[in-house]
């Protein structure tokens, strides 16, 4: 083994004894991962059940009773039943109810003529647009529904005015989960590589152990490979935590397989240790590193990566900047290999962006590194 290795290897055999000792980068590669998929899985949910509205049955004819069954039948709504709205006056404000299904007096007149519209309200709780939408959504469908099992009664034939036939490619039950977990592994893993890395290496340079290594024979690039190299696996586990979860508890497809998963996810763990080392040799504070790498890498991988909101749909001086944010190349590969499989047409694109990004902040940490050792 050449002298060149056999310093390397001193580095990672250093740096592992240091993370093994240290409890908080324990904390934060391996006890971090599992609370934020578990917190993730649990809290982000774009599907809504059970929504809590109000049903005001102002008409008693049979009609309107029968439309009020199949409102109270589905497993959308929590549906509360009252003969006047101003009872769910105070729960509108409060949130307690989050709309309200009012059937009028004049429902069953209204029907005889109206045909296919519908002749009775829907108010929604604009301050949920999410929820105001699926409301007013789902409330279309129960009525048409109901016109459709009406009409057959009858022995009539229902003409619906527009028939979609949807289909869903990908994420066919339109799970919001299936996307947004594998998007959450990013975020987990840029704060886990970034801020790892960020702390650590800082609290060396504030105790003074990193000059006094950087006096010793070693240079700058063996330094920093055998820095990154412990680490890099220690992220690489988080990975495999977090798929773990997401597979086994949350039940989310994956239908691509575990070497184009390494391949990918290895690729953005440099990155985001890149990252970390450059903040790490920029600030040389553990306070100033640990607010640098909250700001630097989770706040743009949150809102530019695409985990919630599409970065197309953004202004373009946004969506330029998030082409530097190496977890929106991520996501989109986590999206592709969950839900698509190993489409390598959209993989290896995604991929060199992240190589770049990580050649760059590794570069420029070497260029620090290298200015203070002259």
């Known amino acids: 083994m050449s002298a060149s290795l056999r ?3 001193a580095i990672m055999v250093k740096e592992v004894l240091q993370i093994v000792r240290d409890p908080s980068s324990i904390l934060i590669g391996v006890i971090l991962p599992i609370f934020l998929t578990l917190l993730s899985g649990f809290s982000t949910n774009l599907d809504i059940d059970h929504v809590s509205i109000g049903l005001v049955l102002e008409d008693s004819s049979p009609e309107a009773r029968d439309l009020a069954a199949s409102f ?3 497993k959308y709504f929590s549906v509360r039943v009252a003969h006047d709205r101003r009872v769910f006056a105070k729960d509108m ?3 307690k109810v989050r709309g ?3 059937i009028p007096q004049t429902f069953s007149r209204d029907l005889a003529q ?5 002749p009775f309200q829907v108010i929604a709780d604009g301050s949920e ?5 699926f409301l007013q959504n789902y409330a279309q469908g129960v009525w048409l529904s109901w016109m459709q099992v009406r009409a057959e009664g009858k022995g009539e034939q229902f003409a619906q005015p527009v028939r979609l036939i949807p289909r869903t490619w990908y994420n066919q039950e339109l799970v919001s989960l299936n996307s947004l977990l594998p998007g959450g592994m990013a975020i987990n893993l840029t704060l886990i590589g970034a801020l790892l890395t960020a ?3 800082a609290r060396e340079w504030e105790r003074g152990t990193m000059e006094a290594m950087l006096a010793t024979p070693v240079g700058p690039l063996e330094m920093l490979a055998g820095k990154l190299a412990p680490y890099f696996l220690l992220g690489m586990g988080a990975m495999l935590i977090c798929l773990g979860i997401t597979l086994v508890v949350f039940g ?3 239908r691509g397989s575990i070497l184009a998963l390494l391949a990918v996810s290895a690729v953005f763990m440099v990155s985001a240790l890149g990252l970390g080392l450059f903040i790490s040799s920029v600030a040389r504070n553990q306070f100033v590193a640990a607010q640098a790498a909250i700001l630097a890498a989770f706040l743009p991988a949150y809102f530019l990566s695409g985990y919630v909101f599409e970065p197309s749909g953004m202004p373009w001086p946004i969506e330029l900047l998030s082409r530097i944010i190496a977890a929106r190349y991520y996501v989109s590969c986590l999206k592709t290999l969950f839900l698509v499989g190993d489409a390598w047409a959209l993989l290896l694109p995604n991929m060199g962006g992240m190589a770049l990004i990580a050649l760059v902040l590794l570069g420029l940490t070497l260029k620090n590194t290298a200015r203070t050792v002259a």
């Open 114 to 118: 109206a045909g296919a519209s519908v």
């Open 252 to 254: 989310v497809p994956f």
């Open 100 to 102: 309200l299904v009012v």
């Open 7 to 9: 310093r390397v290897a």
């Open 93 to 95: 404000i409060s949130g």
């Open 129 to 133: 647009p999410n929820t105001a939408q």
């Open 72 to 74: 109270t039948a589905t």
């Open 199 to 201: 702390l650590v290496v």
